[in-house]
C-alpha cells in the first residue's frame, strides 16, 4: 500500500512510500480503508523538526496522520460494535490502561501508557489504517467521509470551548487564530449559543471572510484590539482563545477578556517554550489560565454529532483535497494559510 512516512527524525525526512499491507494484529483490533486525510498543523510543525528530543511528540519511524475518516475493511475475530462495510472515524488515544485515574474520568489522553496514532504508531497517510476497534465511531449515513475527517479537530476545540472552557450560552468569547481550530472553535462557541468572535491577521482574510458569511464577526488584529472588543461586546470578553500558540497572543488574550474571565490555551509555542506573565494583574483580576489539549472519547462523540448537525457550516471550512502521492503540495498549501483544512486522499 502507498504510505507517507516519516524516516527518521531528521526534519523533514519524509518519503511516499509502497509498502506491505498491515494485518490486524489483535483480536480486537480493525483494519480501516482510509477515505479522507487531514493535515494538521502539528503535522507542519512535526515535519520540520527535528524528532530526536524525548518529549517529541512524533516518533519516528512512524506514519503520521491523525484526522482521519474511512471505512471498515476488516475486523478481528473478537470485534462487535463495528463490521466491514461501516463508515468510521476512528479517535486517536490506542492502548490507554483503563485503570488510572486519568483512564477512569474520561482523559485518556493523559494516560502514561497510551500510544497516540499517527505519532507513537502508524496512522492515516495511508491506504490503510490499523487499530484497536474501541476506538472506533460510526458515523452517521448524512453525514459524509470528507465532513467527518474534520471529528478530531473539532474534539480538540470542544476540549477547548466546552469541557474546560466551560463557554455557556449568551457568553462572549475571543478566538484568536483563524486557523482550522480557530473556525472549530468559533463553530463550536456557536452552536453552544455563545456570541464568538474571530481574530486574525490581514494575510487570513479569505478564512475571514468564509466566518464572517457563517455569522461570525470577524476582525483584524491590532493595537486597539481592547476598544474594538469593548465596542463590539458592549464589555470585554467573557474568555478567550488562543489557537495560535505564541506568547504575544497569550498576552493578548489576558487583555481582552473581562475580571474573572477565562483565558483558555489551545496550542502552545514549541520553540519559545517560557512565556512571561504579569502575575499580579492575573491575581488581582482572576483570571483564570485554562489550557485544553487534545480531547477525550467523548468529545469525540460529541463532535460526530455536532458536525451531522450542523454540515452546511462545517462543509464551508474544508480545504483542497490532494491524492497521497501529491502530499508536498499539500503540506505547502496547508502552510500557506490560505484555505481552510487541507485533505490528503491516501
Ligand atoms: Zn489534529
Ligand atoms: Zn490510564
Request: net charge positive; hydrophobic share 40%.
Amino acid at each position: 500500500m502507498k504510505v507517507l512516512k516519516r524516516i527518521s527524525s531528521r526534519p523533514q525526512d519524509m518519503k511516499f512510500l509502497d509498502i506491505p499491507e498491515p494485518v490486524i494484529p489483535r483480536k480486537d483490533w480493525i483494519k480501516v480503508k482510509v477515505a479522507y486525510a487531514g493535515i494538521c498543523g502539528s503535522d507542519i510543525k512535526m515535519f520540520h523538526k527535528d524528532c530526536s528530543e524525548a518529549d517529541s511528540k512524533l516518533k519516528p519511524p512512524v506514519i503520521p496522520g491523525h484526522e482521519s475518516s474511512g471505512i471498515v475493511w476488516e475486523t478481528g475475530s473478537e470485534v462487535y460494535h463495528v463490521k466491514a462495510g461501516d463508515r468510521v472515524v476512528c479517535h486517536t488515544m490506542a492502548d490507554p490502561c483503563g485503570c488510572c485515574e486519568y483512564c477512569l474520568t474520561g482523559n485518556w489522553g493523559l494516560c502514561s501508557k497510551r500510544k497516540g496514532i499517527g505519532s507513537d504508531i502508524n496512522g492515516a497517510f495511508a491506504e490503510y489504517l490499523i487499530c484497536p476497534a474501541k476506538n472506533a465511531i460510526k458515523i452517521p449515513d448524512q453525514l459524509s467521509l470528507k465532513t467527518a475527517a474534520l471529528t478530531e479537530p473539532l474534539a480538540c476545540s470542544i476540549r477547548m470551548i466546552e469541557e474546560i472552557g466551560n463557554i455557556r450560552r449568551g457568553e462572549t468569547i475571543v478566538i484568536f487564530g483563524p486557523g482550522p481550530i480557530g473556525a472549530c472553535c468559533a463553530l463550536a462557541a456557536k452552536a453552544a449559543g455563545a456570541v464568538p468572535m474571530m481574530v486574525g491577521t490581514e494575510h487570513s482574510g479569505h478564512r475571514m471572510k468564509i466566518l464572517a458569511d457563517l455569522g461570525i464577526q470577524c476582525v483584524t488584529n491590532d493595537e486597539n484590539l481592547a476598544y474594538r472588543v469593548k465596542e463590539i461586546f458592549g464589555d470585554l470578553a467573557d474568555a478567550a482563545v488562543d489557537a495560535v500558540g505564541s506568547e504575544k497572543v497569550f498576552h493578548q488574550a489576558f487583555q481582552v477578556v473581562r475580571k474573572l474571565g477565562r483565558v483558555i490555551i489551545g496550542a502552545a509555542d514549541e520553540v519559545n517554550k517560557d512565556y512571561s506573565v504579569n502575575m499580579q494583574k492575573v491575581f488581582s483580576r482572576q483570571i483564570k489560565i485554562l489550557p485544553a489539549c487534545s480531547s477525550t472519547p467523548k468529545g469525540w462523540h460529541e463532535a460526530v454529532n455536532m458536525l451531522k448537525q450542523y454540515q452546511d457550516e462545517f462543509e464551508k471550512i474544508l480545504g483542497k483535497e490532494y491524492p497521497l502521492q501529491m502530499w508536498r503540495d499539500a503540506f505547502q498549501k496547508a502552510e500557506s494559510r490560505e484555505d481552510f483544512k487541507i485533505m490528503l486522499r491516501p
